[in-house]
């Protein structure tokens, strides 16, 4: 239809921003620049066709009919049929070449934004949000695609269209070239400002359509909680509510176009009228011929028409361009965990040393760790508890390397973790998250995301070693099953179990556990504890603990409180000492069956 | 379909097919009944644009023959043509506004009717309901609509206008007339053909644009574990997959463009190629004027945009009655839980508690041949507190369901104080029972409006109250903008335990007769749920409630404890008499409890 983008004030681009995007563009579009230069040669010369018709006709008519020359009008005929005949064959050829080079500009686009979206640390994805993020890579990248498949060629061909038209219009005649001129300003100013209303338009009703499909969303999810209150009407009166304004902004944005539309419609006739008026004149006065008159009546839509669509092309090409913008800042920045270039491999085994850290997240105003210092011995288990944001998680996650710290440095056998291979530190520093994250696919599909090589003994062997074979068995199609979206068809239990058989698939030296805060199914919960305890066996393990039980088993407790270790020592030892350990066991344990 | 269907069966699904088909057309034409005088409007507005749009080139003919070849009054033809301009200006303004005009306001229409409906459907049907199949009838089935409606108007005069160019060219010179039509239908008919084409295939691009934005999500959702594992390159070669595969849809939606469109605009220009050649030499022979000739011309114009319209929107008709097929298919679902005829009412709070509850003989089932309450009888004393318990799937949370109306039993009956829920209006039974339900569901809305959910003209002093006593009050305090604070989906992220406090206070603004916990507490730190179960017992105290447990924690908020067993009552009493005489009690417990306790044990 007539607009489909829109920009905000804040996205529009600057002149020299715009520069940069559309030559980062074609520097992107450099593998495929022989499609788009043949694309761009096939869109001139069907616009040279579309030309050439009126042209014919004048022809037929000064020289054949009016110069009553029957051969003279054959020739004439002939060469139209001719020209209609090339315009199809470029037109279609323009189609190809242009989609073919579109697409594969955004190809390669989301390619290289995904690439470098994958090279980020986690920093980066605490920053953006996950759902700007697949934006970007969907929708922004997807908005693009209506302007490759028809924006672009209406783009290049209306250009190309008004300037071949007026240089042939001045070549007939100049003085009705200045006529026909005399209706554009007109035309132009009130496209310029349909452009103007109808982005603001356009960016009302997308914000009603997103508000309004949320509030229908929310009511269809949650039809439960209202039914169970009772509350039908007045969800349904909030929901009306928003409905009307949708409506209300579909009605401005149509009132903007009625009388741009409506001023187009009689600038074209209004037009012709001053053509067949000043140019009968002209014609009676001998300064120009009938068939120019007549032709100029059929070139006219030929300037007018391309100047509406330009106008209504600019909305697309502007929300395009700032989507290109948001694009590129993600593809301009910088990793920063990333492999040092003198990278050496961590050795097979080893202590790992936390030395003096400090650590801000990026944008936070207090340090989340300071000056910590702990150490882990080879195959000792290490729990981190303390209270929720007290940085016990931040901690675990620095010592696999997730973020880098300021001050400060976390070694494994000597090495800073900063000068290890990435590929070393992943085989030798397993994490594991609360929850068991799947990906759609195979359950041993899945497993390959810990290591894309591994053959199906070495799967069939890691599920052994956490226990779990005969429980995988008991699925339709055993590890061939598919998960579905989000691992849906398996329950919470269950895909803890891959993400755990995950890390024994890596068969890692240094286990890192987030335990999980809420409880599991019953049925399910001792079979994951039983798969963890056999996991860690025989390997260094740092544990975020959240149940007595686990903190229990471990060596060594660390209570991280307020981003300093408070308290390090065995369970003994720590209640013993009476302190904030001691405390935290007692609340624990009251929260337990009461007896 | 890998079923074979019989040929009656085929028969009958045809027939309802049929009926739908005719239902959702009967839906249609309902509600444009509705705005039958503007769109007659609209109507009469086309017909004239099409007749001053159709009278221009009549109009500069005259001009050429009589005003520049006769010498004519040239000045009067071109006032005359500027009037027209004027006249077709504002007519097709008003086309275009009464026609946009008028599908947007049955949209709108129509989507709140649908909502209303959806909203009121029995909890059986929600059941079943994809939320994205509901939504897509509320979205993109009411646009294929809304596209159709646009189009009536528009297509009244496009055809309007074909019908007067055709005669007039007709009336002009038949021979040449029939020279310059016949290139014309197959721009119609390559509009349509074109529409039906590039539709499966652009559902086809979509389709492989959902499947990136899969792979997209999941590696960004899930990159702790790309990352922790490095399996960047493992999504990378998924995502350069699905990349390929957009690219070769799109490809092939680009190859059926490229033969349809070039061809639609070549068609036309064939006509004038006619016009030219056939008309030139009429006019040699003085059969025809100049002036017909270039009317000619400027008439085959005329004709491209509306042959090209009336081509596609034979392919939006078929899509918008799909749609509307579709849409009947929701509207025509009666809910099955529904307000009796004549409805009772619950006796007014006496000295007595009131807050009975009394399940008879209850037979349930959520499928009819696999009951999972049978024979099921228990009491609750009016101001009574009860936990229920027993294994995963033993039928708790049914109760609750059954309670509150969202099924109704197969047999046997549930009664509030003494009254069959039957036998009551819905909003007056719900009204009256307060759930906290197993997964908690807050809306995207402020806190206040979310405490106050069930009585929204609650004052400061209640939602404060409520937060108190369910230990949210000091984190609310703490949020961003306190109260105000907009919590959801799309709003400020709250914690599992923070979320189900929100939600309890929900339930104890309702101030009902019976308050249903159903696993309120289990994601609450467990050093706060102390607390919290202390703040409980206030709200519990002299109030009807039933504590649906899945740990054992919770049943220490109970009076009395029923076990539940394979959809019956096994055992009834306090929590200590059923842990020294119930073996199966034992067990149910120990199946609940952390795997640390059981080693304790």
Redesign the interface.
Known sequence: MWSQGGVTDEDRLSRAQARTVIGRVFKMAAPFRKTMYVAFACVCATTLCALAGPLLVRRGIDLGIRGNDPASLNVSVGVYLLVALIAYVFGRAQFLYLNRTGESFLRVLRLAVFRQMQRQSMAFYDRNKAGVLVARMTADIESMAELVQWGLLQFLAAGMLIVFALVLLATLSWQLTIVALLVMPILIAASVKFQRDSNKAYLTVRDRVGANLSALQEGITTVRVIQAYAQEEETIRKFTKSNRELFKSHEHSVRVSTWYFALIEFGGVFASALIIGIGGWLVHRGDVTLGTVVAFTLLLSSLFDPVQQLSQLYNTVQSAGAALNKLFQILDAKPEVDEHPGAVALPLSGELVVNGIDFTYSGAENRALQSVSISVGVGEKLALVGPTGAGKSTLAKLMARLYDPQVGSVSYGGIDLKMATMSSLRERIVVVPQEGFLFNGTIRDNLRIARSTANDEEIDAAIAAIGATEHFATLPDGLDTEVRERGSRLSAGERQLVALARAALVDPAVLVLDEATSNLDPGTEAEVEHALERLMAGRTVIVVAHRLSTVQRADHIAVIADAQVAEYGTHAELIAKGGRYSALAAAWQKSQVSR | MTSIESDTEVAARLEFEETQRSEGWRLLRAALRLQRRNLLLGALVGILWASFKVA?PQM?KY??ND???K?GP??R???I??G???L???L???R??IA??ES??AE?LF??RL??H????H?GY?DKAQ?GQ??SR??SDLMQIQGFIVMIPITLSNVIQIFAVTAILFLTDPILAIVALIPLPFVNLSARRFSHRIHPASIA?QAE?AQ?????????????????????????EK??KE??D??RE??K???I???F???I??LP??G??AV??VG??R??NGDLT?GD??AF??YL?LLIWPLRNIGMIVALGQRAAAALVRINEVMSTESEITDPAQPKTLPLQTTEPVGAVKFDKVLFGYNPEFPVLRNFSMEIRGGESIAIVGA?GSGKSTVTRLL?R?YDTQSGHVFLDGIDVRKLK???L??H???V?EDT?L??DSVRNNIA??K?DAGVEEIERAAKLSGAHDFVLQLPNGYETVI???GFSL??GQRQRIAIA?AIV?NPRVLVLDDAT??V???K??EIRDAMKTVMSGRTTIVIAH???TI?LADRVILLDEGKVAAIGTHDELVGSNARYREVLA?????????VN
Do not use: C
């Open positions: 221009v500069t001009a050429i005003g520049i070849e010498n040239l000045l033809w071109a006032l043509i500027g027209l301009g004027v077709t200006g504002v097709s303004g008003m275009r506004y946009f005009r947007r306001w709108t989507r709140e909502f209303s959806v909203l009121n459907l909890v929600h939320t509901l939504m509320a979205s691009v644009q990136l934005a899969n792979v997209v999500e999941e590696s960004i959702s899930g990159v702790r574990v790309v990352k922790g594992f490095g399996a960047e390159q493992v999504q990378f995502l350069e990349a390929d957009i690219l799109s490809m939606a680009a190859r463009r490229s033969s469109m070039p061809a605009d070549v220009a064939l004038l190629v030219l050649g030139g030499h006019v040699l100049i000739l270039v011309n400027v114009t995963t509150l969202f819905l909003s007056d719900r009204k029972i307060g759930v339900f569901v809306f995207n959910f069930a929204p959801g989906e799309r914690s599992g929900r309702a289990s994601a730190d467990p050093s749920e102390g740990r054992p924690g220490a199946s609940m409890s952390t795997p640390e306790e059981e080693k």
